[in-house]
C-alpha cells in the first residue's frame, strides 16, 4: 500500500511558482500519481495526473524522478483563487481495494496578495 | 454535462432519525464511491461500487450504515439511526473505466451533502 506524504500548509504570494511536493516511497509499478485540488465547500476536483517524467496540462505541471519515489505538483504564478487543499494519490485505478484510495489531509495552500 | 449531482445538498436532523443521502453519477460512468469529509479524519471513502454491484464496503463505519444502487443512475445511502459523530460532509463521486495506458485514479466528485446531526 503506497502511503503519501505531504506538508500540512504552504504559504505564498500572488505571481509566483508554487511547489508542492509529495513522497511516495512504496509505490508500486502500476500506479500512477494524481493530485486533486479542493476548494472550502466543494468536492476535490482533478488537477493532473503521471506515471514519470514530467507531465503538463492548463492548470500545473507534475515532475516525477525516476526512482517515482516522489513528486512534485508545480502551480505557475499562482493567484488568490489557488487558495485550496490539494491531495496526492497514488494507485493503480483498478480500484480492486478500497484502501488504496486514501486522500490523507493533503497540503492546505494559502496565497495571499 | 451537469456532473454528479447530490440531494440534499443540506441535511439537519435529530439523533435517532434516518437519513438518505442520494447520488447521481455522471452518465456513463462505471464507478460509484461515497466519502465522508470531517476536520478530524479528513476524506474516508465508505463505499464503492462496479456496474452497480458494491465492491468494497469496509470503509463502512458501523451497520447503521447502508449503501444501494438500484441503476447506475442513482445510489443512497442510508444512516439508521444517526448519530451526533455521523455529522459530516458526505461527498459521492463518480469515475469511468479506465483507458489503458491513459491513466487511471480519475474521480468526478458532486457538491457534497453537508449532514448535521443534532
Known amino acids: 500500500l503506497a502511503k503519501t506524504t505531504q506538508p500540512i500548509s504552504m504559504d505564498s504570494y500572488e505571481g509566483q511558482e508554487v511547489n508542492i511536493t509529495c513522497s511516495h516511497n512504496?509505490?508500486?509499478?502500476?500506479?500512477?500519481i494524481t493530485w486533486y485540488q479542493q476548494f472550502p465547500s466543494q468536492g476535490p476536483r482533478f488537477i493532473i495526473q503521471?506515471?514519470?517524467t514530467k507531465v503538463t496540462n492548463e492548470v500545473a505541471s507534475l515532475f516525477i524522478p525516476a526512482d517515482r519515489k516522489s513528486s512534485t505538483l508545480s502551480l505557475p504564478r499562482v493567484s488568490l483563487s489557488d487558495t485550496a487543499v490539494y491531495y496526492c494519490?497514488?494507485?493503480?485505478?483498478?480500484?480492486?481495494?478500497?484502501?488504496?484510495?486514501?486522500f490523507g489531509s493533503g497540503t492546505r495552500l494559502s496565497i495571499r496578495p | 454535462d451537469a456532473g454528479v449531482i447530490q440531494s440534499p445538498r443540506h441535511e439537519v436532523t435529530e439523533m435517532g432519525q434516518e437519513v438518505t443521502l442520494r447520488c447521481k453519477p455522471i452518465s456513463g460512468h462505471d464507478y460509484l464511491f461515497w466519502y465522508r469529509q470531517t476536520m478530524m479524519r479528513g476524506l474516508e471513502l465508505l463505499i464503492y461500487f462496479n456496474n452497480n454491484v458494491p465492491i468494497d464496503d469496509s470503509g463502512m463505519p458501523e451497520d447503521r450504515f447502508s449503501a444501494k444502487m438500484p441503476n447506475a443512475s442513482f445510489s443512497t445511502l442510508k444512516i439508521q439511526p444517526s448519530e451526533p459523530r455521523d455529522s459530516a460532509v458526505y461527498f459521492c463521486a463518480s469515475s469511468p473505466i479506465p483507458r489503458p495506458g491513459q491513466g487511471k485514479e480519475t474521480q468526478y466528485f458532486g457538491p457534497g451533502t453537508r449532514l448535521l446531526v443534532l
Open positions: 494519490l497514488v494507485g493503480d485505478g483498478v480500484y480492486s481495494s478500497a484502501s488504496k484510495i486514501i
Open positions: 503521471g506515471y514519470k
Open positions: 512504496n509505490i508500486a509499478t502500476n500506479d500512477y
